[in-house]
């Protein structure tokens, strides 16, 4: 089952695009990822009844981060969110709508080859609220699972989880 790209059916998406050229040996091992080889991943902004924000710590991540990660063949954008929370931290979430896509693309220094994929940013509703004891799964470390009353000072990519995570608060609110 081909994945339903959010930008075809929202028009007010948050889209932005990122390019990055790379040595040849770091675009190897970007353009050989989980991520680049689906094309897909899910960023879940996830909020509970409180309007905390589950955030993770990963040691490669320059700051706390939404759960997040790579679509799976045969699965929807919203199966996705579910499973990548589920992994991550535990929670059950009920996924929204999609409110931004991130286009990525690495650029090879030297041959000017590309891998791209695509960052869709999604809110959800927790429909339990306890994290797990040992969050993430085999090969993943995940130093901390948090949950937030506003996003914390350090945040991964924050140009985009700003402005995204103000849109997904806004929709839980308005429910």
Known sequence: MPVEDPRDAYDDLITTERREELSPETFADHASSE?????????????????????????????????????????????????EVREETGIEARPGRPHAAETYTAVNADTGETASMVAVGMAATAETTTIAADPGVDGETIEDVRWFTELPPTVFNPDVTEPVYRRCLEEHGSR
């Open 35 to 83: 991520a680049m080889a689906a094309g897909w991943v899910v960023v879940a902004y996830v909020f509970d009844d409180a309007g905390r924000v589950l955030l993770v710590d990963e040691p490669w991540a320059d700051g706390w981060k939404s759960p997040a990660g790579t679509h799976k063949p045969g699965e929807s954008l919203p199966e996705t969110l579910r499973r």
